[in-house]
């Protein structure tokens, strides 16, 4: 079949709405719009040694002359290494807890460059009011849980003069496993998960990008102080209100959570993909 004949975008479109529909109508971004919550994000992506961090910026083509736009930065986890080895770095980030998290991990840094934060969803971003192209290099970490990724992504390519980095999942990820097991038993239906790599290769093939792909295991760790703080934090994800259901999120928890120390630890895996290009390669 012809890749030029599918609708790549609108396929997206039709998951992704089937993705909000099954879960309540929220993306996974809401659990984080608490500066508590933020935070928590922050320290959650520092585990591992920070091996999530390290392997993408170790990963990008920076200079100390490079021009970076981080869409979907959260509290910089990413970005505030990036500024230090850059001239300019804007972060574009839509929840006000996430950017004042990023704000006080800049003040608690000595020697970073320019950096601009942009408060607002990147489907709204002005890049004319917004932002200051071109960037030398744009990407967006796990971030474009978006209804148009087509739009997203051309508006990404548009402020590049080098290279676009689009990092997304493959297969099932461990939190799709563990939605598609209890909703039938919290809420009795089924949950969808949201669209995947494929749908974003396909959409780039169509709009003749061709681009590189890096597909890598990944491990990650949620650590909370007891099983109870695990339970509190993956309530509202798993909309467990009752006490009914949160005795169903516990027992499933219980399953997996380990202890680590004076800490329980509940373990995640998923397969993730680097998607990237440059400019002017490969029809770009």
């Keep these: 079949m012809d890749q030029g004949t599918i609708d790549w975008n ?140 087509g739009d997203a992504i051309r508006k990404m390519d548009a402020v590049s003069s080098g290279y676009v980095f689009v990092y997304w999942f493959a297969g099932t990820t461990s939190w799709d496993a563990m939605s598609m097991a209890l909703w039938p038993r919290l809420h009795g239906s089924v949950f969808v998960p949201s669209p995947k790599c494929d749908l974003i290769y396909n959409l780039l093939y169509s709009m003749g990008i061709y681009p590189n792909i890096e597909v890598f295991p990944f491990r990650h760790i949620n650590r909370f102080p007891d099983l109870d703080g695990a339970v509190q934090h993956f309530s509202p994800r798993y909309f467990a209100e009752t006490a009914e259901q949160k005795e169903i999120l516990r027992e499933y928890l219980a399953r997996y959570a380990r202890p680590d120390g004076d800490t329980v630890i509940v373990p995640g895996t998923s397969t993730r993909v680097r998607i990237w290009w440059k400019k002017g390669d490969n029809g770009a």
């Design 10 to 149: 609108g396929v997206w479109k039709a998951q992704w709405h089937e993705h909000q529909r099954s879960s309540k109508g929220t993306t996974d971004g809401g659990m984080w719009d608490t500066v508590e919550a933020a935070r928590s994000f922050y320290r959650m992506a520092l585990e591992n040694n920070g091996e999530r961090v390290r392997k993408t910026v170790n990963n990008l083509p920076l200079t100390p002359e490079s021009r970076v736009l981080d869409v979907g930065a959260g509290p910089g986890a990413i970005a505030i290494p990036i500024a230090r080895q850059v001239r300019h770095l804007t972060a574009v980030e839509p929840s006000a807890a996430m950017c004042s998290v990023f704000e006080e991990n800049l003040a608690a840094e000595e020697g970073i460059g320019s950096v601009r934060i942009v408060q607002k969803r990147w489907e709204d971003v002005s890049v004319e009011g917004d932002l200051e192209p071109p960037y030398d290099i744009v990407f967006a970490s796990y971030s474009l849980d978006l209804p148009d990724i």
